[in-house]
């Protein structure tokens, strides 16, 4: 009887043990504590067009690789429904200075899914191949001309095309053997609102578990809430194209949050997320990839990022956050900045001793 008892505590003892050194594991990145101040090459600005956000991923011959939205001043900085593109940028580091060298995607056409616009793009490198994750939309048959596509850029969302427009908004995929292209898009989007979201499938933000399956995190709006909130979603599949199931549990559900990038971490076998909510960017985490918390280091900045030069910079709107990781550490913070009438994206630099 005392061996079984002894052998019954032994076990309670060391389930909680390893639960507490898992808790304990998947919240000690502190990226706040990471952060070094901006340079100037630091800054990835375009005279003719409006930069945003960004994806970086390693390339052959020491090249870093940015793929990222951009579309035409003279659409003003709403033309972004209506004339992004995704453009492809190469550097000798993960934190610039980046030099444009094609664009990759614009909208495909009438007929498609994604006939106007290319936005928000991801890169990711799975089984051999370059997969380029992005969001697009369509009039929904309507026909259209140039013209037509210049007056929604600057119209309400009350208009009802550019309602349309917000509405149609899907996730999809491009696929290549080489970062050079050419890409493949598949003909439909990866997956349609359900669960946890409605209206839109947009932002999307994917990697591989321990378990082989492919997690995608995507926002749509909050169903049945008459206020403008926005939710995140978890949907899996066991293929970076699809088919893609939502799970019922939003991966946030209590924040109006946009823009989350994940990836998952092999050494301490946790997932990350980071995310925009307006006013600072924030870092959840998952063991599962379905049931996602608040990081112990949940903070990561407001908007206020220190210069090289001692200033700070202080925009109007610090969006689209993406984590760089090389071997397994985090690199860099790229962050979409919109001040006054400029935007472009900042790349931060990340140092462990910090």
């Given at each position: 009887m005392n061996k079984i008892l002894i052998k019954f505590l032994l076990t309670v003892f060391l389930s909680c043990y390893i639960g507490a050194v898992s808790q304990e594991t998947q919240n000690n990145?502190?990226?706040?504590?990471?952060?070094?101040?901006?340079?100037?090459?630091?800054?990835?600005?375009?005279?003719?067009?409006?930069?945003?956000?960004?994806?970086?991923?390693?390339?052959?011959?020491?090249?870093?690789?940015?793929?990222?939205?951009?579309?035409?001043?003279?659409?003003?900085?709403?033309?972004?429904?209506?004339?992004?593109?995704?453009?492809?940028?190469v550097s000798n580091a993960p934190t610039g200075p980046w030099k444009y060298k094609e664009t990759v995607l614009k909208g495909r056409g009438k007929g498609h899914w994604d006939e106007i616009t290319a936005h928000n793009p991801k890169i990711k490198y799975f089984n051999g191949k370059y997969y380029l994750y992005y969001?697009?939309?369509?009039?929904?048959?309507?026909?259209?001309?140039?013209?037509?596509?210049?007056?929604?850029?600057?119209?309400?969302?009350?208009?009802?095309?550019?309602?349309?427009?917000?509405k149609n908004q899907r996730t999809g995929v491009a696929v290549s053997n080489s970062i050079n292209g050419p890409w493949k898009r598949m003909e439909t989007p990866l997956l349609e609102p359900s669960g946890p979201i409605a209206n839109i499938t947009v932002n999307p933000a994917i990697d591989q578990g321990k378990d082989g399956n492919y997690y995608l995190i995507v926002k749509g709006d909050k169903p049945n809430e008459k206020r403008f909130i926005r939710n995140q979603a978890i949907a899996i599949s066991k293929s970076p194209t699809g088919p893609f199931e939502i799970q019922p549990n939003p991966v946030i559900g209590n924040l109006d949050t946009e823009d989350v990038s994940m990836w998952y971490d092999d050494k301490e076998a946790v997932f990350y997320a980071v995310f925009h909510a307006h006013s600072y960017i924030g870092l959840m985490t998952s063991i599962d990839g379905l049931n996602w918390e608040k990081a112990e280091n949940y903070h990561i900045t407001h908007k206020e990022i220190k210069l090289k030069e001692g200033a700070f910079l202080i925009p109007n709107r610090m969006e689209r956050p993406f984590v760089y990781l090389e071997n397994n550490q985090p690199r860099v913070l790229s962050l979409a900045i919109k001040k006054g009438d400029d935007s472009y994206t900042i790349f931060i630099p990340l140092h462990k001793d910090n």
């Open positions: 990145l502190d990226i706040n504590k990471m952060m070094n101040p901006l340079s100037k090459e630091g800054v990835f600005r375009d005279t003719v067009y409006y930069n945003w956000g960004g994806s970086i991923i390693k390339g052959e011959h020491g090249k870093y690789h940015l793929f990222y939205s951009r579309w035409k001043r003279a659409y003003t900085f709403n033309g972004w429904l209506t004339f992004s593109e995704i453009a492809h940028a969001i697009a939309t369509n009039l929904g048959g309507k026909e259209y001309t140039h013209q037509d596509l210049i007056a929604l850029s600057t119209a309400s969302l009350k208009d009802e095309n550019r309602g349309l427009l917000r």
